[in-house]
Protein backbone atom coordinates (compact mmCIF):
# COMPACT_ATOMS: atom_id res chain seq x y z
CA UNK A 1 0.00 0.00 0.00
CA UNK A 2 1.32 3.13 -0.89
CA UNK A 3 1.58 5.66 2.10
CA UNK A 4 1.51 9.66 1.61
CA UNK A 5 3.59 12.00 3.36
CA UNK A 6 2.48 15.60 3.01
CA UNK A 7 4.74 18.66 1.97
CA UNK A 8 6.92 19.84 5.05
CA UNK A 9 6.20 17.01 7.48
CA UNK A 10 7.80 13.28 8.08
CA UNK A 11 7.51 9.11 9.24
CA UNK A 12 9.28 6.96 10.97
CA UNK A 13 8.74 3.26 10.63
CA UNK A 14 10.64 -0.33 10.85
CA UNK A 15 11.81 -1.85 7.38
CA UNK A 16 12.00 -5.78 7.55
CA UNK A 17 15.38 -7.64 6.11
CA UNK A 18 13.03 -9.13 3.53
CA UNK A 19 10.92 -6.05 2.50
CA UNK A 20 12.00 -3.58 -0.01
CA UNK A 21 11.25 0.36 0.22
CA UNK A 22 9.97 2.25 -2.63
CA UNK A 23 10.34 5.93 -2.31
CA UNK A 24 8.40 8.35 -5.11
CA UNK A 25 8.30 11.64 -6.01
CA UNK A 26 4.49 11.52 -7.51
CA UNK A 27 4.68 15.35 -8.75
CA UNK A 28 7.90 15.68 -9.45
CA UNK A 29 10.62 18.45 -7.89
CA UNK A 30 10.58 17.26 -4.37
CA UNK A 31 13.61 16.01 -2.09
CA UNK A 32 12.99 13.38 0.53
CA UNK A 33 15.68 12.78 3.37
CA UNK A 34 16.23 9.74 4.43
CA UNK A 35 18.03 8.36 7.68
CA UNK A 36 18.38 4.80 8.60
CA UNK A 37 19.10 2.96 11.82
CA UNK A 38 19.59 -0.80 13.05
CA UNK A 39 16.18 -1.71 14.58
CA UNK A 40 18.33 -3.94 17.36
CA UNK A 41 20.65 -1.34 17.99
CA UNK A 42 20.04 2.30 17.37
CA UNK A 43 23.81 3.51 17.52
CA UNK A 44 24.38 2.05 14.11
CA UNK A 45 23.13 4.14 11.98
CA UNK A 46 23.83 5.88 8.08
CA UNK A 47 27.11 7.57 7.56
CA UNK A 48 27.54 9.82 5.07
CA UNK A 49 31.06 9.57 4.88
CA UNK A 50 31.13 5.51 5.01
CA UNK A 51 29.17 5.54 2.23
CA UNK A 52 31.57 7.89 0.02
CA UNK A 53 34.48 6.24 1.52
CA UNK A 54 33.25 3.04 0.36
CA UNK A 55 31.59 3.63 -2.74
CA UNK A 56 34.62 5.99 -3.96
CA UNK A 57 32.06 8.41 -5.05
CA UNK A 58 29.93 11.33 -4.05
CA UNK A 59 26.66 10.84 -6.39
CA UNK A 60 24.84 7.61 -4.96
CA UNK A 61 22.68 5.68 -7.44
CA UNK A 62 21.61 2.26 -8.47
CA UNK A 63 23.66 -0.37 -7.89
CA UNK A 64 25.47 1.70 -4.66
CA UNK A 65 24.90 0.58 -0.76
CA UNK A 66 24.67 2.98 2.00
CA UNK A 67 26.52 2.40 4.94
CA UNK A 68 26.73 2.56 8.10
CA UNK A 69 29.04 4.20 11.16
CA UNK A 70 30.25 0.60 11.83
CA UNK A 71 31.60 -0.04 8.46
CA UNK A 72 28.55 -2.15 7.25
CA UNK A 73 26.17 -2.52 4.19
CA UNK A 74 22.59 -0.79 5.12
CA UNK A 75 20.70 -0.73 1.85
CA UNK A 76 21.43 -1.44 -1.80
CA UNK A 77 20.09 0.67 -4.24
CA UNK A 78 17.88 -1.28 -6.42
CA UNK A 79 16.67 1.14 -9.20
CA UNK A 80 16.88 4.69 -9.64
CA UNK A 81 14.48 6.19 -12.26
CA UNK A 82 16.12 10.04 -11.73
CA UNK A 83 19.72 9.00 -10.71
CA UNK A 84 20.29 12.15 -9.00
CA UNK A 85 20.60 12.23 -4.99
CA UNK A 86 22.85 13.52 -2.12
CA UNK A 87 24.50 12.17 0.66
CA UNK A 88 26.83 15.40 1.14
CA UNK A 89 24.27 17.91 3.21
CA UNK A 90 22.49 17.88 6.61
CA UNK A 91 19.40 17.78 6.80
CA UNK A 92 17.55 21.07 7.11
CA UNK A 93 17.32 22.66 10.91
CA UNK A 94 15.55 25.88 12.17
CA UNK A 95 19.50 26.76 12.23
CA UNK A 96 19.81 26.49 8.42
CA UNK A 97 16.60 29.03 8.00
CA UNK A 98 18.11 31.11 10.18
CA UNK A 99 21.77 31.23 8.80
CA UNK A 100 21.71 30.31 5.50
CA UNK A 101 18.14 32.08 5.09
CA UNK A 102 18.39 35.08 7.49
CA UNK A 103 15.19 33.95 9.06
CA UNK A 104 14.80 33.85 12.52
CA UNK A 105 11.16 32.98 12.49
CA UNK A 106 9.72 29.22 12.98
CA UNK A 107 10.30 27.28 9.61
CA UNK A 108 9.43 23.80 9.48
CA UNK A 109 12.24 21.44 8.71
CA UNK A 110 13.70 18.22 7.89
CA UNK A 111 15.72 17.45 11.37
CA UNK A 112 12.47 18.92 13.44
CA UNK A 113 10.29 15.79 11.25
CA UNK A 114 12.86 13.30 11.54
CA UNK A 115 13.50 13.36 15.56
CA UNK A 116 10.01 14.02 16.27
CA UNK A 117 8.73 10.88 14.50
CA UNK A 118 12.23 8.65 15.32
CA UNK A 119 11.09 9.76 19.15
CA UNK A 120 8.91 6.73 19.47
CA UNK A 121 11.96 4.59 18.68
CA UNK A 122 13.73 6.38 21.42
CA UNK A 123 16.37 8.09 19.02
CA UNK A 124 17.22 11.81 20.22
CA UNK A 125 17.78 14.52 17.97
CA UNK A 126 21.59 14.35 18.65
CA UNK A 127 21.36 10.84 16.82
CA UNK A 128 19.88 12.22 13.67
CA UNK A 129 23.10 11.67 10.96
CA UNK A 130 23.40 13.16 7.83
CA UNK A 131 20.55 11.85 5.60
CA UNK A 132 20.40 10.79 2.17
CA UNK A 133 18.98 13.43 -0.13
CA UNK A 134 16.69 11.40 -2.16
CA UNK A 135 15.83 13.70 -5.86
CA UNK A 136 18.53 16.15 -4.36
CA UNK A 137 20.71 18.32 -7.04
CA UNK A 138 23.63 19.42 -5.53
CA UNK A 139 26.54 20.35 -7.89
CA UNK A 140 29.77 21.88 -7.45
CA UNK A 141 32.09 23.99 -9.45
CA UNK A 142 36.13 23.71 -9.66
CA UNK A 143 36.59 24.99 -6.17
CA UNK A 144 34.31 23.06 -4.37
CA UNK A 145 31.67 25.68 -4.03
CA UNK A 146 27.79 23.97 -3.80
CA UNK A 147 24.80 24.53 -4.99
CA UNK A 148 21.66 22.94 -4.87
CA UNK A 149 19.21 23.55 -7.68
CA UNK A 150 15.57 22.11 -8.31
CA UNK A 151 15.52 18.15 -8.03
CA UNK A 152 15.45 17.07 -11.91
CA UNK A 153 12.75 14.38 -10.58
CA UNK A 154 9.53 13.87 -12.92
CA UNK A 155 6.01 13.04 -11.33
CA UNK A 156 6.54 8.97 -10.73
CA UNK A 157 10.01 9.19 -10.59
CA UNK A 158 11.24 6.52 -7.61
CA UNK A 159 14.20 4.76 -5.77
CA UNK A 160 14.01 1.38 -4.56
CA UNK A 161 15.90 -0.18 -1.76
CA UNK A 162 16.72 -3.49 -0.60
CA UNK A 163 17.83 -3.76 3.22
CA UNK A 164 20.38 -5.47 4.49
CA UNK A 165 19.14 -6.19 7.85
CA UNK A 166 15.98 -5.03 10.01
CA UNK A 167 15.84 -1.34 10.27
CA UNK A 168 13.99 2.17 11.50
CA UNK A 169 13.52 4.32 8.22
CA UNK A 170 13.14 8.21 8.54
CA UNK A 171 11.40 10.02 5.80
CA UNK A 172 10.52 13.67 4.95
CA UNK A 173 9.28 15.13 2.36
CA UNK A 174 11.73 17.73 2.64
CA UNK A 175 10.92 21.76 4.21
CA UNK A 176 13.79 24.23 1.98
CA UNK A 177 12.95 25.70 0.01
CA UNK A 178 16.15 25.98 -2.43
CA UNK A 179 16.38 21.88 -2.21
CA UNK A 180 12.81 22.19 -3.79
CA UNK A 181 12.52 24.61 -6.33
CA UNK A 182 10.55 26.71 -3.94
CA UNK A 183 7.42 24.31 -3.98
CA UNK A 184 6.96 22.18 -1.16
CA UNK A 185 5.16 18.70 -2.09
CA UNK A 186 4.59 15.19 -0.94
CA UNK A 187 6.22 12.25 -1.02
CA UNK A 188 5.32 8.77 -1.17
CA UNK A 189 6.44 4.96 -0.32
CA UNK A 190 5.49 1.39 -0.30
CA UNK A 191 6.93 -1.31 1.68
CA UNK A 192 7.05 -4.08 -0.67
CA UNK A 193 7.54 -7.89 0.59
CA UNK A 194 7.93 -8.96 -2.66
CA UNK A 195 8.67 -7.71 -6.43
Given at each position: ??E ?6 G??F????NQ????I????GQV?D ?7 DT ?8 T ?15 W ?17 N??L?A???P????IMY ?14 K???S ?6 D?P?A??I?M?VQ????GK???L ?14 E???I ?8 E??N?G?F?PI?YEV???L
Open positions: MVKIDKQSRAILKKFLKVDPLGCMVLFNAKREKISAGKMDFEESILITKSNFLSNRSRKMMEIIEDTNGRDILPCSDTFRNNPEYHPSCFENLYNLAFNIAPDVTFNFNFNEKLSVKPLSKAGDFILFKPFDMVGLTACSADSGTKHLDK
